[in-house]
């Protein structure tokens, strides 16, 4: 990574505004899961230990540019308090004299949370005096840690670098941009990725992408069924993207004529609707008409585990089926399961997308996957080769210099 790591900067007294990503699941005010606060812990310790003074944004949730007390970070802090086991302060707002008094007033090693940066529609729209008033609150130095919000060029993950003397990488940054630029770069092979998830429409540009750079494709889910369609097979009631049918032809034909490996479900389990007690498992020519393919069959599932036993660097992103209903998690459990076994074997695995890190926490596999990215959209748009306003807006390395201070 050419961009200045936290492990670069001279922070010993100084004030610094590091962004995290603290958008975490609420229910009923409490925090359903902390993974995000837990995963930004060594970039806060690493800051603590050197003296520094930290100063902490986020946002949560949509407010829409209002002040919205059900996304109010206020529970976080009280969360981080705990993990941290040192006191956190807070600002009932991100800007203004509240947050200036309390920044000036932390101590080496101190901790503030500013409230939800959302709540001021100047964020989303990256306005610069919004970006000012913020690097106001540090002294000339940023850190971002947060690569879940590194696709959105916002005032707290880009504009702000405009108003300060350095911009780093926290250390779960710095791991994220290594392990999938690695992959997209200079991959062991066989390079495998794994794509399943709702829409082709979401992830054209992975696909395009990841062509071009992997030995082989899986793709599953309710994605694979524009693919199928797109070939004259059967496909019942299964979802479909009928206005993206002549692209997935087209990639399809793209892959044969390049005799690159991408492969379709060969079968699946079928129901009349997600809510139906009684399935079937058929091959994909033999469909019926009004049910639906909700998981890869088993064949499907024999294929991709061959594959992936095979595969050095394996990227997965996106369930193989309706995951949240049992009856068809089966196929998405197995993929995570065949992930870790490869990985166990010396294959470097990458995991990215809501479902995808529930299915290898359920399966008991999250351990051995080798990194587990907290970017959604962020991870999407990396793998789909486009530049992050948030990690091009950190400061570069000077050439020659293993140290910038």
């Known amino acids: 990574m050419n961009k200045l790591s936290i492990r670069d900067l001279e922070m010993n007294g100084k004030r610094v505004f590091i962004r995290v990503d603290f958008n975490v699941p609420l229910e009923g005010g409490k925090i359903a899961n902390d993974t995000r606060i837990r995963e930004t812990l060594p970039t806060l310790r690493l800051a603590m230990d050197r003296g520094a003074r930290l100063v902490l944004a986020s946002h949560l949730g949509r407010p829409k540019g209002q002040v919205n007390l059900k996304y109010s970070l206020a529970p976080v802090a009280e969360r981080l308090r705990g993990l941290l086991g040192k006191p956190v302060e807070f600002s009932s707002d991100c800007v203004g004299p509240e947050a200036e008094t309390k920044s000036h007033a932390l101590r080496y090693g101190g901790v503030l949370l500013l409230e939800n940066v959302r709540f001021h529609p100047e964020e989303e729209a990256n306005e610069a005096e919004f970006s000012r008033r913020l690097a106001g609150l540090c002294d000339q130095m940023f850190v971002c840690d947060a690569f879940g919000s590194a696709h959105r060029a916002h005032a707290s993950v880009a504009g702000i670098t405009k108003f300060v003397r ?139 585990q061959q594959e992936i036993s095979k595969a050095r660097t394996i990227i997965w992103n996106g369930p193989l089926g309706m ?17 870790a076994a490869a990985t166990t074997a010396g294959a470097t695995s990458i995991i990215g997308g809501g479902d995808s890190i529930a299915a290898a926490e359920q399966s008991g596999v999250a351990e051995q996957i080798s990194h587990i990215s907290t970017g959604g959209g962020a991870s999407l748009e990396f793998l789909a080769g486009e530049k992050l306003p948030g990690v091009e807006a950190l400061t570069d390395r000077p050439a020659n210099s293993k140290e910038y201070r």
């Open 166 to 304: 350095q911009s780093a990488a926290g250390l779960l940054m710095e791991k994220e941009i290594t392990y999938l630029g690695k992959a997209l770069s200079n991959p062991e092979r066989p390079f495998v990725a794994v794509l399943g998830g709702a829409k082709v429409s979401d992830k054209i540009e992975v696909v395009q992408n990841l062509m071009k750079l992997a030995d082989a494709m899986l793709i599953g889910g309710a994605m694979a069924y524009t693919f199928l369609k797109s070939q004259g097979l059967p496909v019942g009631k299964s979802l479909v993207e009928n206005d993206k049918l002549d692209l997935a032809r087209k990639l399809l034909e793209e892959a044969r004529q390049r005799d690159f490996r991408l492969l379709l479900p060969a079968d699946h389990v079928l129901a009349e609707s997600p809510n139906s007690g009684t399935t079937q498992t058929t091959d994909i020519a033999g469909t019926p008409d009004g049910w639906m393919g909700l998981d890869i069959g088993p064949k499907t599932i024999a294929q991709f």
């Open 323 to 339: 995951f949240e209903k049992p009856a068809f998690a089966q196929g998405t459990l197995a993929i995570a399961r065949a992930i």
